[in-house]
């Protein structure tokens, strides 16, 4: 199993925001980018008076991205319940969970892939559709793997996980059906694929996940194991309401 969690909180000695800001091609009213680089600036200048450790702020085409702190969690929890069955676990966390994981060579080797980060969809234009992997100065990719760039990798995966937002979304095209993440990581090789249809908290998904794997290699199948997780959350008080469990859904062959 591979698991990547940028989780978008680190020192302020990382230094990538500024070069990304236009990545995605957006072009954002001069008001607008004025604001945000206020924010920003009030945002670390807070951080120098309170904490060592900040979210990354705009990454991208001015825009904040917040940290997802339970994402560290969920994929140290998932890798322990693989190593405890004697299975290999290979977790990246921070600026370690880079583009280039993804792009190596041995990525064929991998059963499951698990990927805890942010995603977003391009429903006018779906090849600019991606998720958000770590910003790294020092790195020659830019930390965005873009859904072309998806259909490029060599996969050989029984399932992967897109613990994100949003990410069974994508265009709808007359003959063609949903053109977005899911048919590109198809096209790659995954034979099965987690993903969801709205914006999920990062908490309560990191509980979902964590249940589902638990349930998945305790013995089930992919989709009973994904029905148990459900279920369970939807009989405890507090995330009971559908919004928590219910956009996440397995496609598979």
């Known amino acids: 199993m591979l698991a990547l969690a940028p989780v978008f909180a680190d020192t302020l000695s990382n ?3 500024a070069r990304n800001r236009s990545v995605l091609g957006y072009h954002q009213p001069t008001s607008v980018i004025n604001t945000i680089n ?8 807070q951080a120098k008076t309170t904490t060592p450790e900040v979210s990354r702020g705009w990454l991208l085409n001015g825009q904040y991205v917040s940290p997802l702190l339970a994402s560290k969690r ?10 405890q069955r004697q299975n290999a676990a290979k977790v990246y966390l921070y600026d370690q969970a880079r583009e280039e994981q993804l792009k190596a060579g041995d990525i064929t080797h991998y059963n499951y892939l698990h990927l805890a980060t942010h995603g977003f969809v391009n429903e006018s234009y779906p090849e600019l559709s991606g998720l958000i992997l770590a910003q790294d100065s020092t790195s020659k ?4 793997l873009y859904m072309g760039e998806i259909y490029n990798l060599r996969l050989n ?3 992967v996980t897109l613990s994100a937002c949003e990410t069974g979304l ?7 059906g949903v053109i977005g993440l899911t048919r590109a990581l198809m096209y790659a090789g995954a034979r099965n694929i987690v993903v969801s249809f709205w914006k999920v908290p990062d908490n309560s998904t990191a ?9 998945l290699i305790s013995g089930e199948d992919k989709a009973q194991a994904l029905q148990t997780a459900k279920r369970k959350m ?18 598979g062959k």
């Open 15 to 17: 230094t990538t925001a």
């Open 38 to 45: 206020a924010l920003d600036k009030t945002r670390m200048d």
């Open 74 to 83: 969920e994929v140290e929890t998932i890798a322990q319940l693989f190593r």
């Open 141 to 144: 990719e830019d930390g965005i």
């Open 157 to 159: 995966a029984d399932l």
């Open 170 to 176: 994508g265009k709808l095209a007359n003959g063609e």
């Open 207 to 215: 509980d979902l996940m964590e249940d589902f794997y638990t349930a």
């Open 234 to 251: 939807a009989r405890a008080d507090k995330y009971k309401h559908p919004f928590y469990w219910a956009p996440f859904v397995l496609v």
